[in-house]
């Protein structure tokens, strides 16, 4: 029997977004069916399913400017409205902007990572030497 019939091929003519938005799901860019992360945010070795390699994939500080100013802009909006209209003291404001800016930090780290993975695929910009993803 020939084991690789039944191994997903690579995107061999993948048009558009495609791989970038099966990493933005935590999703393996080539197939979409394996793990792109090992843990909450490190990316995994290979793909558990067609064993494209993750090695050169690195995102470095890439998502985290993106996160800072979205979620820093979302912050500070809500909370110089709160503070405008009720003038509530400070301890409402630790209250809430702590645990929400933690929350939505949280929330959006796997798909901007995921997205810095699925580009560097898509454009084949790794720092491996030899070609990405093992093909």
């Given at each position: 029997?020939?084991?690789?019939?039944?191994?997903?091929?690579?995107?061999?003519?993948?048009?558009?977004?495609?791989?970038?938005?099966?990493?933005?799901?935590?999703?393996?860019?080539?197939?979409?069916?394996?793990?792109?992360?090992?843990?909450?945010?490190?990316?995994?070795?290979?793909?558990?399913?067609?064993?494209?390699?993750?090695?050169?994939?690195?995102?470095?500080?890439?998502?985290?400017?993106?996160i800072?100013?979205?979620?820093?802009?979302?912050?500070?909006?809500?909370?110089?409205?709160?503070?405008?209209?009720?003038?509530?003291?400070?301890?409402?404001?630790?209250?809430?902007?702590?645990?929400?800016?933690?929350?939505?930090?949280?929330?959006?780290?796997?798909?901007?990572?995921?997205?810095?993975?699925?580009?560097?695929?898509?454009?084949?910009s790794?720092?491996?030497?030899?070609?990405?993803g093992?093909?």
């Open positions: 029997m020939n084991e690789l019939a039944s191994t997903p091929t690579p995107d061999a003519g993948d048009e558009g977004m495609t791989p970038v938005f099966r990493a933005m799901k935590g999703r393996c860019p080539r197939c979409g069916e394996g793990h792109l992360f090992k843990g909450y945010l490190k990316v995994a070795d290979t793909c558990d399913v067609c064993g494209m390699s993750f090695h050169g994939h690195d995102t470095g500080d890439g998502p985290v400017v993106p800072l100013l979205i979620i820093g802009g979302i912050i500070v909006g809500l909370a110089l409205g709160l503070e405008i209209v009720y003038e509530p003291p400070v301890w409402v404001h630790l209250l809430l902007w702590i645990p929400l800016g933690t929350l939505l930090t949280l929330g959006i780290m796997i798909p901007l990572k995921g997205m810095a993975v699925g580009l560097q695929y898509k454009y084949r790794t720092e491996e030497e030899t070609r990405p093992g093909v």
